[in-house]
């Protein structure tokens, strides 16, 4: 018999961001390895619902406008519309399991779940005493750091199961968990490369040369660290520094080249153009969808060590220390830039070690194995 699972993500869907892009390739997995998946999201995304995903919405009104992560006063609303829509979906048909993403979705399952019965598996996208100061004054980021550590703290001890995506997340809640914990990074299924034309268009559109280039593509919020990238760029006048990114509303310092595009095909053409793919986040216990990205486009990657789960310093990336600064991060780039062959081989081992460890079908099956350790919840 199929197991019924609820996929609950309590962020607008879908937006082209690494949480939600995970989050949707997740229930593609399940679904594709056996599963009955439904997901339940806020009721307001960029753009249409997928037509190949059961989605159940909280109602439009109820959900923020602002798609970017952060503080909104409509979530408390859309979070409780969404566990009312979770809890009567529930009562209908009962499911087998829950999986939270991150510690939003997680808190409102705990709310629900004397209404529901079903063990729940918390999917850790953060630790939270790391990114929770992101979004505050740095005059509290020590109290927003002890408040973030008090969540992680919690959400370990009260739900049935949790899955981490990277080893500083697993090393850090698996001691709290009550119960069974796996580290189960995120897949990507490669697709067929994008033609030369494309790139080429790509790169003409924005006034780019084809391996000429670095780039960035991901949000612009502040934990991503891209005044470190903005340092860099200063220290290699005639590199351009690019950052591609859906939404340019928010700090971008200058001299970056922000090229805002809705076209998911247009940054993936961009990706496999690129000479370098850079990763300035310093924030642990996530892994970002962009590397994965960049994997498939077999680029060359220069990113921090403590973000670059399962990669090898010289062999699939070049690393940098925690705290490297921008004269640290442009001496990786024209290393790279400078060396053709080091830059092949990073991208080949890079797009080599996606092939290898994040392959769907068995990140999938090992989800299904988790959720199959978790079938009994603990007291609320």
Not at 23 to 37: I, M, T, W
Not at 239 to 257: I, Q, S, W, Y
Not at 274 to 281: D, E, K, T
């Amino acid at each position: 018999m199929k197991p019924r699972l609820a996929l609950v993500g309590a962020f607008p869907f879908p937006v082209p961001q690494g949480s939600q892009v995970y989050f949707a390739d997740q229930a593609r997995a399940l679904r594709d390895a056996g599963a009955e998946v439904t997901l339940f999201v806020h009721g307001r995304g960029a753009g249409a619902l997928p037509t190949d995903l059961n989605v159940v919405a909280a109602p439009a009104a109820l959900s923020p406008r602002r798609l970017r992560a952060g503080p909104s006063l409509l979530k408390p609303l859309a979070h409780a519309a969404l566990a009312r829509r979770l809890a009567s979906e529930s009562a209908h048909r009962p499911f087998d399991a829950l999986l939270a993403h991150n510690a939003e979705a997680a808190l409102l399952c705990l709310a629900a779940r004397a209404r529901i019965g079903a063990p729940l598996v918390y999917v850790v996208h953060a630790l939270w005493r790391h990114e929770l100061p992101a979004y505050g004054p740095t005059a509290a980021s020590g109290l927003l750091a002890r408040a973030g550590a008090a969540l992680d703290r919690s959400l370990a001890r009260r739900c049935d199961a949790i899955l981490t995506l990277c080893a500083s997340a697993h090393d850090a809640l698996e001691p709290l968990a009550r119960g069974p914990a796996a580290l189960i990074p995120p897949g990507l299924a490669p697709a067929t490369a994008p033609d030369p034309e494309s790139l080429a268009a790509a790169c003409t559109h924005h006034g780019l040369e084809p391996g000429r280039f670095a780039l960035y593509a991901g949000n612009l919020d502040a934990y991503q660290s891209l005044p470190v990238l903005a340092g860099a760029a200063r220290r290699t006048p005639g590199l351009p520094f690019v950052v591609a990114t859906h939404d340019a509303r928010g700090a971008a310092p200058e001299p970056l080249r922000i090229v805002e595009t809705g076209s998911a095909q247009e940054v993936r053409a961009l990706t496999w153009a690129a000479g370098v793919c850079l990763l300035p986040r310093a924030i642990p216990g996530g892994f970002p969808i962009k590397l994965l990205n960049y994997m498939e486009a077999g680029r060359p990657i220069v990113a921090l060590r403590s973000v670059a789960d399962g990669f090898e310093q010289g062999r699939s990336a070049l690393l940098l220390a925690e705290g490297a600064g921008a004269a640290g991060w442009a001496e990786a780039v024209t290393r790279v830039m400078n060396d053709a062959a080091l830059a092949r081989r990073l991208g080949e081992e890079a797009r080599a070690l996606l092939l290898r460890r994040h392959a769907w079908p068995a990140l999938a099956q090992a989800t299904l194995d988790l959720v199959g350790r978790a079938r009994r919840p603990t007291a609320p």
